[in-house]
């Protein structure tokens, strides 16, 4: 929490030596706007929604993820607009903005071509869930990271998140980084480069 999209990128950039670029991939970085951030004592933050605690055992604070799923949804929609196809968009974040990307993609949007979550988790009684209780149709599959020296979100939650979606039909990979406090890390960030190319290949040309 409280990092811009600008950060991320860079963040990206120092672990990686080099920009996470592709060749046929546009990556878009956003970044939330601020709010009081309860964890903080309701001090402001970037954050994309609120939380009553750090932790995966009490409610979600659904009223700022829902308007934070509206508010992503117009930039999704936004790059339809411009051409690229919906199952040619992966979405995803570290930490806050891997929560996000579940909650938009599983709940509003589950025709996307992927989903990635790094140091992420779910509450136990997520709305993801039980939008997915009611589900029939093939849903985006989920890359997730999560360190096992995770202080801040806990490597149990992540896993725990992972049961829960793989348990509800939901395609997920878990890779697992011991020692790996809440952070990114080179290998890591390789890893979710080639998995980003294998779910978005660079297309055959068109032939008449």
């Given at each position: 929490a409280g990092d811009t999209g600008q950060g991320a990128r860079t963040w990206i950039k120092q672990t990686l030596n080099q920009d996470m670029a592709f060749q046929h991939i546009k990556v878009i970085y956003p970044t939330a706007p601020a709010r009081p951030y309860t964890p903080m004592k309701g001090a402001f933050s970037t954050v994309w929604f609120d939380r009553y605690k750090i932790s995966n055992d009490c409610p979600e604070h659904i009223e700022s993820i829902d308007s934070m799923c509206r508010g992503l949804t117009d930039l999704i929609n936004d790059e339809i607009k411009n051409g690229i196809a919906k199952d040619r968009i992966l979405i995803g974040g570290f930490s806050m903005g891997g929560g996000m990307a579940m909650h938009l993609a599983y709940r509003f949007h589950q025709d996307l071509a992927g989903v990635f979550a790094?140091?992420?988790?779910?509450?136990?009684?997520?709305?993801?869930?039980?939008?997915?209780?009611?589900?029939?149709?093939?849903?985006p599959e989920l890359f997730q990271c999560h360190g096992t020296a995770d202080e801040l979100v806990l490597y149990s939650w992540g896993e725990e998140t992972n049961k829960m979606l793989k348990s509800l039909g939901v395609s997920t990979s878990l890779h697992t980084f011991p020692n790996l406090n809440h952070e990114l890390n080179r290998t890591e960030i390789e890893k979710l480069k080639t998995w980003i190319v294998k779910k978005l290949p660079v297309e055959a040309a068109k032939t008449n």
């Open positions: 790094l140091s992420s988790f779910l509450n136990k009684d997520s709305a993801v869930y039980q939008a997915l209780k009611r589900n029939e149709s093939v849903l």
